[in-house]
Nanobody
Framework: QVQLVESGGGLVQAGGSLRLSCAAS????????MGWFRQAPGREREFVAD????????DYTDSVKGRFTISRDNAKNTVYLQMNNLKPEDTAVYYC???????????????????WGQGTQVTVSA
């Protein structure tokens, strides 16, 4: 497992941008698939985006396609989530997660991931 620490959350107006970062400890970061999930009050945790261990494959939930971009820098043990054109419905606590899975079809399920960060709050005002 790896230890994960998110940063970059905050309060932004609708239409604005934020970039979330997730720093990982450990020398095996480059072998992990990474994901971003979010959870709004009263709602279940939902998949946002994932990226393969080598950065070659990415996937997004439909509601963020064209607005969010996931990327990683394995030399820095960091994964990013660039969020543009933010909407009030994007308000949630955002979590990064790591998984050793090599099955892309599984990467959208939170149960696939065995390491989680503490979360960072993103609030988008109308």
């Amino acid at each position: 497992q790896v230890q994960l620490v998110e940063s970059g959350g905050g309060l932004v107006q609708a239409g604005g941008s934020l970039r979330l970062s997730c720093a990982a400890s450990g020398r095996s970061f480059s072998t992990y698939t990474m994901g971003w999930f979010r959870q709004a009050p009263g709602r279940e945790r939902e998949f946002v985006a994932d990226i393969s261990w080598d950065g070659g494959n990415t996937d997004y939930t439909d509601s963020v396609k064209g607005r969010f971009t996931i990327s990683r820098d394995n030399a820095k043990n960091t994964v990013y989530l660039q969020m543009n054109n933010l909407k009030p419905e994007d308000t949630a606590v955002y979590y990064c997660a790591a998984s050793p899975s090599r099955i892309p079809a599984a990467w959208g399920r939170h149960t696939t991931y065995n390491s989680w960060g503490q979360g960072t709050q993103v609030t988008v005002s109308a």
